[in-house]
């Protein structure tokens, strides 16, 4: 009977470690999949700015070589600056906001 016993007691003490080792598990795939998501945003926020700004670039650089210096090229140096800027500030955002969330 003793023997009965101890078993139960260790059985109901081997379920509760199971269920803390599964409610541990979950936590970490939960906060696995936020962090995720959050730098998976972030990287195509600046992923999007470097294309932008590669697509605005280099046709200022096939412009540059073919012709000599016109007003247009400043103009479009200016839109490729200003659009860079936009995405790096997004991204900056991105990352303040994830920094400041794992902060808390």
Do not use: C, F, W
């Not at 109901?12 to 470690?17: E, G, N, R, T, V």
């Not at 269920?19 to 696995?32: F, G, H, R, V």
């Not at 294309?51 to 839109?79: M, N, Q």
């Amino acid at each position: 009977m003793k023997k009965k016993a101890n078993r139960e007691a260790l059985e109901a003490q081997a379920l509760h470690y199971q269920e803390e080792i599964n409610q541990t598990l979950s936590d970490l795939k939960e906060t696995a999949k936020t962090r995720g998501s959050q730098l998976l945003l972030a990287g195509g926020v600046l992923a999007g700015g470097y294309l932008l700004y590669s697509l605005l670039s280099s046709s200022d650089k096939a412009e540059k070589k073919s012709k000599p210096k016109e007003e247009g090229s400043a103009l479009g140096g200016v839109i490729t600056s200003y659009a860079l800027a936009l995405a790096l500030s997004l991204a900056k955002d991105k990352i303040l906001a994830y920094l400041e969330e794992e902060g808390d």
